[in-house]
């Protein structure tokens, strides 16, 4: 029997079993699947997002236009205790062990623990998410003695909880949105184990992490009062003095600390805006055309008399049809009217044009 070819579109998730065809995502890849009647040839929950954290990872930008019908697709799909913890441990893996993936890791984090409706018998997405990372968190003191291996591990651990400080919403009972204050505790330990074992690339991941999220940090200890930052920037002077790090990583110390002192490079207006006028700004007319009098006197917006003289040289115009205020020759090619100058100006005007030409040439023989 020959095998028929079939698109699979997008449905509502909730009409659909875990066997069905229509399961396979739509948008961020079209699925074509050949069957044979009788034959269940689907992807199972751990293929299908692990499929989908791959497209995410090779094309972020699909994030937006994608997102929703993931999502529709896990709450239909994601129904008991194990398939929740699943799905926590995938994303939680792709952040962790895929360079570059941890801000990507930490959005989809975000929109799930927003947007999926299931909750297991152990908690919600997000507490479960917390719960995995509190466990790897607990192993830092470890982590960060280990061998090389472990510490890149948990380096990127590090780095995934920097950016899902800064991307996980909590939303309050009035609707308020804040930030996650167990991460930003843990953060705090996280930089101790760090400076506590003083080694290059456990330097270089507390410089990354301090460069991500430090200035976000800083506000919230200041808002509770709280001295976390100068102890951690004391913490990065003894080390640059004391450590046996290498030049290099003692530099991006030293940067880093440069950085914090400049307000973690964020520039604040010091003044509310005010428009500009005469009387508050002193260069309002520094960019004014200058117009020149019948007597070949030069003046701009800031004289005094400047409504008068102008408006005497828009009477003016109909002696110079083809110019511009400032000069520029309106008429094409060739200059027709200076061409025949002396026969039609008319003498006041030819007399101050030539007291004009003569001081001009003085000024420039100056």
């Not at 996650?180 to 996280?190: F, K, N, T």
């Not at 509770?224 to 450590?243: H, P, S, W, Y």
């Not at 511009?324 to 200059?335: C, I, P, Q, R």
Request: glycine share 4%; net charge negative; with cysteine.
């Amino acid at each position: 029997m020959a095998k028929p070819q079939v698109v699979v579109a997008p449905v509502l998730m909730s009409k659909l079993s875990a066997n069905a065809p229509e399961f396979y995502p739509s948008g961020y890849s079209n699925y074509t699947e050949s069957y044979e009647d009788g034959c269940e040839d689907y992807p199972t929950l751990s293929e299908y997002v692990q499929d989908f954290l791959n497209h995410l990872t090779e094309q972020p930008g699909s994030f937006e236009t994608e997102i929703d019908q993931f999502a529709e697709t896990l709450n239909g799909w994601v129904t008991t205790d194990d398939a929740v913890q699943e799905l926590v441990e995938l994303v939680y893996q792709q952040a962790t062990s895929i360079p570059n993936f941890s801000y990507m890791g930490a959005r989809l984090c975000n929109y799930l623990s927003h947007h999926l409706t299931i909750s297991s018998q152990s908690g919600n997405f997000r507490q479960l998410l917390l719960q995995r990372c509190r466990t790897e968190y607990e192993l830092r003191d470890q982590a960060a003695k280990g061998d090389e291996a472990t510490r890149k591990r948990f380096h990127a651990f590090v780095l995934f909880l920097g950016e899902l400080y800064l991307k996980l919403e909590i939303k309050g009972t009035n609707g308020q949105v804040t930030r996650a204050d167990i991460l930003q505790a843990g953060l705090r330990e996280l930089l101790n184990a760090l400076f506590s074992n003083p080694v290059d690339d456990n330097l270089i991941c507390a410089v990354k992490l301090l460069k991500l999220t430090g200035s976000v940090l800083e506000d919230a200890w200041k808002e509770k009062g709280k001295t976390d930052m100068e102890e951690v920037i004391q913490r990065i002077e003894n080390v640059v003095l004391d450590a046996h790090c290498s030049r290099d990583v003692k530099q991006m110390l030293l940067k880093l600390v440069e950085l914090r002192s400049s307000n973690w490079g964020r520039v604040h207006v010091t003044s509310t805006y005010r428009e500009a006028t005469p009387e508050n700004d002193p260069n309002y007319f520094m960019n004014e055309p200058t117009f020149y009098t019948s007597d070949g006197v030069p003046f701009t917006a800031a004289d005094p008399d400047y409504q008068e003289k102008y408006q005497e040289l828009l009477e003016r115009e109909d002696f110079f049809p083809d110019y511009e205020e400032n000069g520029t020759d309106l008429s094409g090619a060739g200059d027709p009217y200076l061409d025949d100058i002396d026969d039609e100006m008319d003498p006041e005007i030819e007399e101050a044009y030539e007291k004009f030409c003569l001081e001009s040439e003085r000024k420039q023989k100056q």
